[in-house]
């Protein structure tokens, strides 16, 4: 089959981090090429893909270069397979974008495609389109600072030194306050004072709801959709309420005549003036009528303008009229008590501003700044800022409101800044049931205090097994079903209890379950406690044990057993209390066999007494066989013999499950706890019971404690069939 020839793609103005970059091909299902060479599937995100394409990085350029690739599909072969194309980015190989995504490639050959083209003519997608230059969510709460800042400055100029004598500061001068002189003197330092035009204008709204909303080419890729929705639509609020009021100044002006050379005819109108205007301005009839009403009567007056009244005394308490001196000599008098508006700098204690200083506000006062330069208002009124729709569009202080706005929307956004994406790194299988999963901490966004991690046979976590943790970077799964592929993620979490996006996901498979002793031929009988689970805990054990070799060799039961649930782990166990004399179960007859091996797990309870230490009864030698006996350290056991064989026990046996297996031929008899020998004799003559037992001897020869399991075999095992066993022992019980 011919190869497919894909031209270079460049993707311009990237600023992230990485330097290293690759295209990864997968496949959705296995497949050969024309050179016969097999392909295995691969999720996009693993480490299955079948083709793999370093890409350059030069000026902030991305080069994909020119592709030669095999074809995966023709009318002639498999048509299912798709293919997608992913462009990944650093060491951990994070994916940028897809650009294929469940596509085929087509039949028709004959000439070098691009991108577009192959996705046009192969069914495929563009999944997450390139977004270059992209800023980080601290660099985007940076931005909007520094806008923020913009605005500050702005209202230094006309908002905030509305009450400050400027008589004598020239044009392009910085104020600077003057001890001596108790006010504000024209500057020699600082340069012009802000320019504010534009700023409470509509072309000005839109030039800065632009700068916030395209400024260094911000997409706002790593902050929350909502917030920056919330955001965009505030300051267009802000644009449309600057709108609204241009607008309907211009309506007005429409409506003027020109001020210059009027020519004016009809019944014209001016402005009127103020009380007392003796200056060549028009008088209109309305300042003639004012003139005569302006003079008030002395019985309640209802004056206007700017009326004067004596200064009372400090401290003066009554019914007199309260000038503005008197309100400062009060304020001077009752230090701490000053202004109640942060841009009202008359009401504000200057002691300590020596003559230069600029005056900083720091700590809910303002101290003395560094000299030169305009008022530093850096930290303003970022609390109590209004809401969009009770702003005044007449009022002086619009950009004031429109500020507040913002940066309450800044402190908003940075408070409800979700935590970042993890790096998913790795997941190990550990064994047929359980798997590591291993991630990276998040780069940016809150601070994560947790994580949440989730595992599912399925790609698309549809049904998921989901694990909160605290601040760890790996989890093993437990419980998993052998030789299963599985998925996990993981997603970080902050202290508010935000959770972030979730990481890419990783893939594999749990190691194999190993073979069943039921697998070795030479299997006589197979007891399992869990063919009991369908009963309740405590229950009295009334029916057979049920033997899972296949040859139906049934234990018959005959005292009753109880079943203890979670006896050994999650698993259950048979309960042998010795109340009442014997409890267990018959066997089959075993007096055929010349060779045998049992393999046992029990626990032996309770004191160390002959009558109690009796696990089974399947030899001929007419002594009971005795596990846990002389203090805890023997086993004397006649097990497919005619003596009662001797073996020291190198670990306690009391109170602990433990793995007992006998091999018993001729001349050949050994005993080993967990695998390891403990005794043996070359002295051995090979004899089994017509009427085997589990669990007892005689009436008065029993068991005290509980057995989880037992395999017997009708030859003494070889050690590569042994190993088969403790390695199933160990898979399903842990011992």
């Known amino acids: 089959m011919s190869d497919i020839t894909i031209n270079e ?59 030669t690739a095999p074809a995966t599909t023709d009318a002639l072969e498999n048509p299912n397979v798709r293919v997608t194309v992913v462009l990944c980015a650093g060491a951990s190989a994070k994916e940028i974008a897809r650009l294929l995504d469940g596509g085929f490639f087509p039949h028709t050959l004959d000439q070098p495609w691009t991108w577009a083209a192959l996705r046009a003519a192969s069914g495929g997608a563009l999944r997450a389109p390139w977004r270059p230059g992209y ?12 806008l923020l800042a913009d605005f500050e400055v702005a209202i230094t100029s006309f908002a905030n030194l509305s009450d400050v004598d400027v008589s004598g500061i020239a044009d392009g001068q910085a104020p600077v306050w003057s001890q001596a002189d108790g006010k504000f003197i024209p500057g020699d330092v600082g340069g012009a004072a802000p320019d504010l035009s534009g700023y409470a204008t509509k072309t000005g709204a839109e030039t800065l709801q632009n700068k916030i909303l395209s400024g260094a080419d911000n997409t706002f890729s790593n902050i929350p959709q909502s917030a ?3 955001v965009e639509n505030a300051i267009a609020g802000v644009a449309n309420a600057v709108d609204d009021l241009a607008s309907a100044t211009s309506d007005a002006l429409d409506l003027k005549a020109p001020v210059n050379d009027a020519n004016l005819t009809g019944n014209p109108t001016a402005p009127t003036q103020g009380a007392g205007n003796n200056t060549t301005r028009l008088a209109t009839t309305a300042f003639v009528q004012g003139e005569i009403a302006s003079k008030a009567p002395l019985a309640s007056p ?53 003559n230069g200083q600029t005056l900083v506000y720091s700590g809910g006062q303002f101290v003395p700044g560094s000299t030169g330069g305009a008022v530093n208002v850096t930290g303003f009124a970022l609390e109590n800022a209004s809401p969009l729709e009770t702003f005044d569009l007449n009022s002086p202080t619009l950009v004031l409101d429109m500020a507040r706005l913002l940066a309450s929307l800044v402190n908003k956004l940075q408070a409800n800044l979700l935590p970042n994406q993890p790096t998913a790194e790795s997941i190990n299988p550990d064994s047929p049931t359980a798997m590591t999963f291993n991630w990276e901490a998040p780069v940016g ?30 989890y093993q799964f437990t419980g998993l079903a052998p030789a299963t592929q599985y998925y996990c993620r993981v997603a970080a979490l902050d202290a508010l209890g935000n959770q972030g996006e979730w990481s890419f996901s990783l893939t594999d498979t749990t190691i194999d379950a190993p073979p069943s ?73 075993m007096a055929a066999l010349t060779e045998g091996h049992i ?31 002389g203090g805890d350290t023997q086993a004397h056991i006649d097990f497919g013999s005619t003596e009662r064989n001797f073996a020291p026990i190198s670990s306690p046996m009391i109170d602990t499950f433990r793995v007992m297996d006998i091999g018993s031929a001729a001349n050949d008899w050994e005993l080993s706890m967990e695998g390891v020998l403990q005794g043996s004799t070359a002295v051995n003559t090979v004899s089994f019971p017509a009427s085997p037992k589990l669990g007892y001897f005689n009436d008065g020869n029993f068991f005290i404690g509980e057995i989880v399991a037992c395999y017997i075999f009708d030859e003494k095992l070889s050690d590569p069939d042994r190993t088969v066993v403790l390695d199933w022992i160990d898979y399903l019980y842990g011992l």
């Open 135 to 146: 800023l980080d969510a601290n660099e985007t709460i940076t931005l909007f600072q520094n």
């Open 228 to 230: 920056v929705t919330g």
């Open 445 to 474: 966004g809150s601070v994560p205090v947790g994580y949440v991690v989730e595992i599912d046979e399925n790609s698309g976590f549809a049904s998921p097994t989901t694990v909160t943790l605290g601040n760890v970077l790996t």
């Open 599 to 629: 393999f046992i797990i029990l626990k032996k309870t309770g004191a160390v007494g002959s009558s109690e230490n009796c696990p089974f009864a399947m030899g001929t030698s007419g002594n009971v066989s005795l596990y846990a006996w």
């Open 9 to 67: 793609q460049v993707y311009t103005d990237y600023q992230g981090a990485d330097t290293a970059f690759e295209l990864r091909f997968y496949a959705s299902e296995p497949w050969t090429d024309a050179a016969g060479l097999a392909h295995q599937a691969g999720e996009p995100g693993s480490r299955t893909f079948y083709k793999s394409v370093a890409c350059s990085l030069a000026s902030g350029a991305i080069t994909v270069p020119q592709i």
């Open 302 to 354: 209802a004056l206007t303008g700017n009326p004067t009244a004596p200064t009372q005394t400090t401290g003066n308490n009554s019914t007199r009229l309260a000038t503005t001196a008197f309100v400062q000599q009060e304020i001077a008098a009752n230090p701490g008590g000053g202004a109640s508006q942060v841009g009202d700098l008359s009401d504000v204690d200057l002691t300590g501003i020596t």
């Open 517 to 589: 002793p039921a697998t070795i031929p030479s299997i006589w009988a197979m007891y399992e406690s869990h063919t009991f689970d369908h009963l309740a805990d405590g229950d009295a054990i009334a029916e057979d044990w049920t033997d899972q070799s296949g040859n139906g060799r049934h234990a018959t039961v005959g005292r009753s057993p109880f079943l203890k649930k979670n006896g050994l782990g999650s698993h259950s166990s048979l309960l042998l209390d010795g109340v009442g004399g014997n409890r267990g179960f018959v066997l089959p007859s």
